[in-house]
């Protein structure tokens, strides 16, 4: 079966522009995760989602941050007025629920602000 | 707050050398889970092993093992006989929220080599 779908697998944008990073799960699974890798800071979690329930927000960097999760599938990862510091890997994860269950994580977007 | 450190930002190995890769974690919470991913040149996470901090018994799955242990806060991972396929950054991992076990904690990863 698919596995967590994500894209564009690259972007390159100019700073100060609003991008979307898409994330299609694996049918079924509920709970939706967003992370962050970039050489400065390693693998940071950005946001949460888990079915109906408002998301876990926590790790969102800044205000420029956003994310949707539409019908409890495809989720959307938004970044407005890019910056430099906003180039990294923004990578998905998907798992069947919100416990401790195993998440598979997609092979990420590669975000490159010039 | 938690923390994950890995000490070792680089193995380079001879294959069917056998490796250990070093996780040591910080946290104030009694129930915690502790991960450990594999991110081949591809750049997917996958999955290797979740352990719960109730249980302390080491594990093995061919030629991978992990020893946790709690004394000392640590969590690591070995491979026996190497082999070039092992090659990828090794993230260790944690989580402390029973509600969503997948929202991780990072090391920063160790990039093992396996040479030929």
């Known amino acids: 079966g698919a596995g967590v779908s994500q894209s564009p697998s690259n972007k390159v944008t100019e700073k100060g522009k609003d991008v979307e990073l898409r994330c299609d799960p694996i049918s079924g699974h509920t709970a939706l995760y967003w992370y962050r890798q970039s050489l400065g800071q390693g693998l940071e979690f950005l946001i949460y989602?888990?079915?109906?329930?408002?998301?876990?927000k926590s790790g969102l960097p800044s205000d420029r941050f956003s994310a949707e999760r539409t019908g409890g599938s495809v989720s959307t990862l938004t970044i407005q007025r890019t910056q430099q510091e906003d180039s990294a890997v923004y990578l998905c994860?998907?798992?069947?629920?919100?416990?401790?269950?195993?998440?598979?994580f997609g092979q990420g977007t590669r975000l490159t602000v010039v | 707050a938690q923390k994950v450190t890995q000490a070792q930002t680089e193995i380079s190995v001879v294959e069917k050398e056998d490796v250990t890769l070093d996780c040591v974690y910080e946290t104030r919470d009694t129930t915690y889970y502790l991960f450990w991913y594999k991110q081949p040149p591809s750049g997917e996470l996958v999955f290797l092993i979740r352990r719960n901090s109730f249980d302390e018994q080491n594990e093995i799955s061919g030629r991978y093992s992990w020893n946790f242990q709690k004394s000392t806060s640590s969590f690591n991972f070995t491979i026996t006989a190497s082999q070039v396929v092992d090659s990828a950054v090794y993230f260790c991992a944690l989580s402390e929220s029973i509600n969503a076990g997948n929202m991780l904690t990072f090391g920063g990863g160790t990039r093992l080599m396996v040479k030929p």
């Open positions: 989602f888990q079915g109906n329930s408002a998301p876990d």
């Open positions: 994860a998907s798992s069947p629920g919100g416990g401790y269950t195993e998440a598979f």
